[in-house]
């Protein structure tokens, strides 16, 4: 059993339809980033998310030259019937871009999205999300002579 990933840009079909397709997911991303809370869809988008209480991924970008400000910023970007709604209590993502790290933000946003989907028990979860062939830490155990 999987999860199905919808991308708005790739398989938003009609975009009137956008209150039923957020009805029918489990958790959005919202990519923070200059102009966000400027398009009207994307406060649609937004307004829909509150209406059904549903979970929100948030991701920052930080960078200016990707279109990213900072976060005090978007909070005054923020109509203030949705601040509450989409900061308060939220931990925020940052988006790096830095290739080592990138793995990083990519797994803390996995991790988060898959938490907030039904049917995903904590204990799969709690196991930890890698890389196919990421080292990952052991605990040693030494025998005793």
Not at 59 to 77: F, I, M, T, Y
């Amino acid at each position: 059993r999987g999860v199905r990933i919808f991308l708005d840009v790739d398989d938003l079909k009609n975009i009137g339809l956008l209150e039923q397709y957020i009805q029918e997911t489990a958790v959005v991303l919202i990519f923070l980033s200059r102009g966000y809370f400027a398009s009207p869809n994307c406060l649609r988008e937004a307004r829909a998310c509150a209406t059904c209480s549903k979970p929100l991924a948030l991701v920052h970008e930080a960078d200016s030259n990707k279109g990213g400000l900072p976060l005090a910023d978007l909070h005054q970007e923020c109509p203030p019937d949705l601040s509450a709604y989409v900061f308060d209590g939220r931990e925020i993502i940052r988006w790096q871009r830095a290739a080592e790290y990138q793995g990083v933000s990519l797994k803390m946003i996995a991790q988060h999205v898959l938490s907030a989907c039904p049917g995903l028990s904590e204990q799969r979860l709690a196991a930890g999300l890698y890389f196919r062939g990421e080292l990952k830490c052991s605990a040693l155990d030494f025998p005793r002579a």
